[in-house]
């Protein structure tokens, strides 16, 4: 079993940077394909961003391209979230996820393991 755990998460003014980090403590992640999503109030998981599992390939969502970026870090066993000029309307519950390592993934189906999310919260 996977057991994904994120942190990073907070309260951040408009135009400000979060880094999300996402850790498994007894698996290696570069066997998976690594994946964020995010969850705002009332409204659906929504896809952020992936990464394929040799770090060689990324993708990411209309809503968030050019501000975020997703990477690995092998030597921590880590994959991260850096978002800069967030907004208001980036607030959620950040999750991360992780799948087979056939690319691309950004479906939630396509992912087998969740974390338990990180709030991020934006304010104007």
């Known amino acids: 079993q996977v057991q994904l755990v994120e942190s990073g998460g907070g309260l951040v003014q408009a135009g400000g940077s979060l880094r999300l980090s996402c850790t498994e403590s007894r698996r290696t992640l570069t066997l998976y394909t690594m994946g964020w999503f995010r969850q705002a109030p009332g409204k659906g998981r929504e896809f952020v961003a992936a990464?394929?599992?040799?770090?060689?390939?990324?993708n990411y969502a209309d809503s968030i391209k050019g501000r975020f970026t997703i990477s690995r870090d092998t030597t921590k066993n880590t994959v991260n979230l850096e978002m800069n000029s967030l907004k208001p309307e980036d607030t959620a519950v950040y999750y991360c996820a992780a799948g087979g390592p056939s690319w691309p993934r950004s479906m939630r189906s396509e992912y087998d393991y969740w974390g338990q999310g990180t709030q991020v919260t934006v304010s104007s």
């Open positions: 990464i394929s599992w040799s770090g060689r390939n990324t």
